[in-house]
């Protein structure tokens, strides 16, 4: 079947907008792509093709002037919100400077943006009609099912495996049981098979398609399911139970480059799903956020590590994946209908800038696990946290050499030697906590132990 679909033709969330900085611009690269979102003076997000006209510099190194342009950092280029360009500083005559600016060959393309549930959203399409064509078409928010939309936040990372992959594991339920074992009451010995996964309606290019299916556990097996595909990139799945509960999980895997995918994401429970934990609700929010955040990485970890070994293992076969992988149980459905609505209406997999991909290369433990240009350098909340815990070390070590000095020279005055001990306990409890932000701090950048062996423990057992 010839293709139906078009890639560039679409809305896609790039951002929350609380992970943006209205003061400095942002690269984000989208189907090979690269692009800068900016804010002008009008308060409004701004997104072209990061590359200066004049000798192809990242605008997103550049700079945000008072007049609300951006700045290339290069030679000091301006350019507005229309991608016009406003300001050549070596130009001095005003005839030069109104032909220059005026050229097509000075003018950056500027692409259709707008703001929904809190997301960034660009329709990444170059045609000169790309802002008429993009009213024909809504984005895919989430849908009215009584759920509270703002009640979570959402969250942003860009891991290291490619799009196919990671929409096809959002499709395939049964695997949490053996991946995810010891995490949020997954286990093989609770495992339920799934009897009904059957799509709804039909399969089409625009509308994607929509799964029910039951449960897979001993918690959830009288569970009302539903995974809706709305292209080119969202996940809308809910789950109803019995007892009257409802969980909605907004999942958008979009495609940046071959082998890396860019995942927004929003879970929203009508009733508590996780216990309390006091010691965080006492911590300023950006820091419980930061924390937070930090107690997914087992399982994001555990689904990278497998995908990973997914997309290196089909990269070796010489054969389309219906033909590597064997799907016979109905816990599979969810896979095939995403493969073939990929191949019979969207060419297999995404359309690149660049045309082909290149050859996949394996990623060692250190890149795969790698969590700075995961998500902590996009994290507002998780930022913070690592500035937070490398002062707190450094006051810490400044702590234990004052107590330190001070336990020496109470050893040395006719004084108590009860101060001298009390010193010395604060020395050690400074030298504890210097220990514990470092390792702390390095848990937000790296999911590799920082002491013995760098080996990710993926498991307890």
Known sequence: MSNQFSWTQNWYPISPLSYLDASVPTTVTILGKKLVIWQNKKQQWVVMDDQCPHKLAQLSLGKIQEDGTLMCRHHGWCFNEEGNCTKIPMLVEEEAIKTACNSSRSQ????????????????????????????LNEPAIIP?????????????????????????????????????EGLAGFSPERTVPITSFKTVNDVSAEGGFTLNHSGYNIFNKDMEASRTFSPPCCNTTIYRYPN??????????????PGRCRYITKFIFDFNFTPKNWLLNWLPKKLKTGFQHLSTYQLSDQDLRVMHSQETLQSSLDKPWNKSYFLPANADVGIVTFRQWLDNFAGGKPDWKNGEEKAYQSLTDEQLYDRWHRHTKYCPSCRATVDFLAKVQKYSRYSTMIFSILTLLLLFLPISSKLAVLSTIFAVISVLISFISDDLRHSFLSGLPKQGLPIRKLYNS
Do not use: R
Not at 108 to 135: H, I, M, N, R, S
């Open 244 to 257: 009257g509960n409802m969980m909605l999980a907004q999942l958008y895997f979009i495609p940046t480059e």
């Open 144 to 180: 009215e099912c009584g759920l509270d939309v703002t009640s979570t936040d959402w969250s942003l990372s860009e891991v290291p495996v490619g799009y196919t992959v990671s929409l096809e594991s959002s499709f395939d339920p049964s695997h949490a049981q053996f991946l995810h």
């Open 108 to 135: 950056v393309t500027v692409y259709p943006t707008q703001v929904k549930q809190g997301l960034l959203w660009v329709w990444p399409d170059d045609k000169e009609t790309a802002f008429e064509d993009c009213q």
